[in-house]
Structure formats: C-alpha cells, structure tokens
C-alpha cells in the first residue's frame, strides 16, 4: 500500500495531472467527428463560429430570395389567381416551421446536429436547383401572356416547381432547428469565459439572419423583377451552395455533443413545480397485485413524466412569445395596410409600403453590435450578471418596446384618422396627404424588440434546455 506520504505524493500527482487534463480538454463531454475528446485550444469557440455564421446568413438569403418575392412569380409566371397564390405560399411557409420538429428530434436522437444540418442541406440545394431549372428551362414554364390571355401551367409544370418548393421546406426543417444550437455548442459551459461568450454568439448569429434577409429583400427582389427569374432563383441555390461549403469547411474546427436525448438543465424561477404528475410513475396496489407493468397509459418511466414537467414550465414562457410574435406578425398586416393609405410618394417616385420593412431590418443590424458592445458591458456593472441581464428580464424589455411600437402605430393612426375626417376620406379609399415616412419609428422600435425578445428565447431555450430550438423554431421567423 505505502506509506501515508507516499499516498499524498500519488494523490498530489493524480490532482495536478486532472487540472492540466481539465485545461487541455473542454469539461462539457465535447467530442470531435471520431468521438475521440477534443482539445479546448484549438477547437470550437470563435475559431468555428465563422464558418457557422456564415452558413447561417447564406442560408436565410436564400430562403428569403425565394419567399419574399414568390407570390410575385405564381401570379406573373405560373398564372395564378391572387387567393391560389397566397394560400400556396402560406402553405409553403407553414411547412417550413413545422419541419424543424422532425429535424430537431433527428438531430437530437439519433444523427446529431452535424449529419442532420449536412443531410438536409444536401436537400435543401437539390430544391434550389430544382427551382431554378423550373424556372429557366422553357419546357418547364408556362409561356408569356398574350395581352390578357395568360396559358395555365400544365401539370408537369406544377409538379416540378412545387417538388422543388417543398424539397427546400423538408430542407429547413434539418437547418433551422439545429445550426444555433451547433454553434452554442462550441462553447464550453464549465467555462466561464466561454459562457458569455456563447451569449454573445446568439446576437452575431440573429445579425447573419438579417444581413441574408436584408440582400434578400433588396438586391435579389429587384434582380427577380428586372433581370428574370431563372437568374433570381439560381443567386440563391448559388449561395446555398456556399453555405454547404462554409459549414463543411470548419469541420476539423467543430466541437460535437453526441446525440442523446433531450434533457432538463433548470428552467428558472420555476422550481419543482407540478407534483401530481409524479403519480404517473406511481406503481398502484393494482398493478402491482396484477404484476403488469407494460402499459404505458397506465404506468410512465421518470424520465417521461420529467419530461412533461419541462414543456408545462416552458409555457409560460412560449406564451409570451405568441404574444410577440403577434405584434411581429403586424408589420407584414396592418403596417402595410396602413401604409397603402397614406402619402407614399418623392417626387415622382412611389415608395412600395411594404418595403419599410427594410427599416425593421436595418434596425435589427444596429442594434446588435448596440447591445453586444454597449449595453451588456453597462449592464454588467450594475447587474453582477454575465450577460448584463437575465434571459427573462430581455424578453421582458423586448416585449415593453414591443409596446412602444405598436403605441407609435396607433398615434400615426390616430393621426391619420383626423385628416381622413377633415378631407371627408373616412368612407373612401383614398390615401390621406401624411408622408409614410412617419411609420419608420415603429418598424424600428419593432426591430429593437426582435433583439431583445426572439435572441433571448433561442439564448433561454440553449441555456436551460439542452436540446436543438426545434420548438421556438416553429414560430419564430429565424
């Protein structure tokens, strides 16, 4: 055995190796592709998180340069009437956000984040160059009008655009639930540096969303109009292809989690909520007498009812999140609808209403770096928290600008009501004589909010869950 000093010296020696060990490697069970350990060094943190924000913003620009314009191409191009064309493309859209549940539990289950995001954004670029061939090849396009007789597009040509669709909808769902939490991944919890730091990586991710959305909304809006269709859609499968390379390009720099399941971290200011849930795994005297134990209606593991605890402490949180996304949703509605109504010329140049909501963009890009270099450090000093504010104390602020924009829209629309009154336009259809310029406070107050309210969920959703933000995927519009 040896002697008592002896022992302390091998104890001493053992300690000392576990810290250099603890130093080289990251404490979060981080792996690389082979499943061997990874060194903290020379691995994920923001060495990786290049290559992911980038995949990130080329993805959404291609997305977004397909379905900001694309009830513009069913009416012009394919020939359909206005309500067909919006209820495909809502259909489209709502495929997208209900996608991410199947990817989110592939990724997490079975694949892990890595494969699920390579798999379906192989798929995802096979739509995009579907897309563009449909668009591009004559035989796969219904021929011009001729005055106002407009050729329907035949069934083949129905069929091979909307395969091409609904490839880049199945595409999404193995992209948008998993590529933020892939980059928080690369972040080590146990440390505290790299904590922040992860808290960090989800404002510079929401501004990759933007920066895509905002080229999108412009650049390859007025290229689809002006230039034709076949090169609209092919600039986004191009950028889709550079995503796929962007992603694979840091694979020797990523760290992975390997898949296993979805489970509870701490949801705070919850607590252990919900005890009579627990009876669920309660064996009864009458299974017991009856020793059947295999129905599941009868009798749930731990892990199961552990599970229902989380999504019933999550509501409260998911609930305010409909809320926002409810005055989110306004500025593709009544802003717009609004703005049809008021003055939207310069000079002679008429300004689209639903182009203001560039400035939602724009506003999210400034304050981004705002509140990541600013308002965090400020923060900090009075709060004592990393990150300047709790989770919910940012969605709580999100949601108070949220307020204000919608009290902006409502001033402006008191505004225009009494000029409407005194022209005698209130039963009219007719725009009232008051600039459309003066909706722009409540785009950007709404762009504010996003940074504060939908980066604080996927930050909330990474920090307490550990799992893929398949669910905040669903309704929110990153």
């Known amino acids: 055995m040896g002697s008592v000093e002896e022992q302390k010296?091998?104890?001493?020696?053992?300690?000392?190796?576990?810290?250099?060990?603890?130093?080289?490697?990251?404490?979060?069970?981080?792996?690389?592709?082979?499943?061997?350990?990874?060194?903290k060094e020379k691995t994920g943190n923001w060495r990786a998180c290049p290559f992911i924000l980038g995949t990130e913003c080329c993805e959404r620009l291609a997305y977004y340069g397909i379905a900001t314009n694309l009830v513009t191409y069913l009416t012009n191009k394919l020939h359909e009437g206005n309500v067909s064309a919006a209820r495909n493309v809502t259909t489209w859209a709502g495929t997208c956000y209900i996608m991410p549940l199947i990817g989110a539990v592939l990724a997490d289950a079975y694949w892990g984040r890595y494969w699920t995001i390579a798999a379906f954004s192989t798929i995802y670029l096979i739509g995009m160059c579907t897309l563009t061939l449909s668009a591009s090849v004559p035989a796969l396009k219904p021929v011009e009008c001729v005055g106002s007789i407009c050729p329907p597009a035949s069934p083949a040509q129905?069929?091979?655009?909307?395969?091409?669709?609904?490839?880049?909808?199945?595409?999404?769902?193995?992209?948008?639930?998993?590529?933020?939490?892939?980059?928080?991944?690369?972040?080590?919890?146990?440390?505290?540096?790299?904590?922040?730091?992860?808290?960090?990586?989800?404002?510079?991710?929401?501004?990759?969303?933007?920066?895509?959305?905002?080229?999108?909304?412009?650049?390859?809006?007025?290229?689809?109009?002006?230039?034709?269709?076949?090169?609209?859609?092919?600039?986004?499968?191009?950028?889709?292809?550079?995503?796929?390379?962007?992603f694979f390009s840091g694979t020797t720099l990523y760290r992975f989690q390997k898949p296993g399941g979805v489970y509870y971290k701490n949801v705070p200011g919850f607590g252990c909520i919900i005890p009579c849930l627990d009876k669920a795994a309660v064996i009864s005297d009458t299974?017991?007498?009856?020793?059947?134990?295999?129905?599941?209606?009868?009798?749930?593991?731990?892990?199961?009812?552990?599970?229902?605890?989380?999504?019933?402490?999550?509501?409260?949180?998911?609930?305010?999140?409909?809320?926002?996304?409810?005055?989110?949703?306004?500025?593709?509605?009544?802003f717009v609808e609004q703005g049809m109504l008021m003055d939207t010329t310069i000079g002679s140049f008429t300004i689209p209403p639903a182009s203001l909501s560039t400035f939602d963009v724009i506003s999210v890009i400034c304050w981004v770096p705002i509140y990541d270099r600013i308002i965090v450090p400020i923060a900090r000093k009075f709060t004592g928290k990393e990150r300047g504010f709790s989770q919910l104390q940012r969605m709580g602020i999100g949601l108070f600008i949220s307020v204000l924009s919608m009290s902006a829209a409502a001033l402006v629309e008191i505004r225009r009501l009494q000029l409407a009154k005194e022209l005698g336009l209130v039963d009219e259809d007719a725009a009232v004589p008051l600039s459309i310029f003066w909706q722009i406070p409540q785009y950007m107050f709404v762009g504010a909010a996003e940074v504060f309210t939908f980066i604080g969920q996927l930050e909330f959703s990474m920090s307490n869950l550990q799992m893929p933000c398949g669910v905040y995927a669903v309704h929110c519009h990153f």
């Open 287 to 334: 299974d017991a007498k009856s020793g059947d134990f295999s129905n599941p209606w009868r009798l749930c593991t731990v892990t199961q009812v552990e599970e229902l605890k989380i999504l019933v402490r999550m509501f409260p949180i998911w609930a305010t999140g409909i809320v926002f996304s409810a005055v989110y949703a306004q500025m593709s509605t009544m």
């Open 9 to 39: 010296s091998l104890l001493e020696d053992g300690l000392l190796e576990q810290n250099k060990s603890n130093k080289l490697y990251t404490g979060d069970g981080s792996v690389d592709l082979h499943g061997n350990p990874v060194i």
């Open 158 to 246: 129905y069929a091979v655009f909307f395969f091409g669709l609904y490839l880049i909808a199945l595409g999404t769902g193995g992209i948008k639930p998993c590529v933020s939490s892939f980059g928080a991944d690369q972040f080590d919890d146990t440390d505290p540096q790299e904590r922040v730091k992860k808290g960090s990586f989800f404002n510079w991710f929401y501004f990759s969303i933007n920066i895509g959305a905002l080229i999108s909304s412009s650049l390859l809006v007025y290229i689809q109009d002006n230039a034709g269709w076949g090169l609209g859609f092919g600039i986004p499968a191009l950028f889709m292809g550079i995503a796929i390379a962007s």
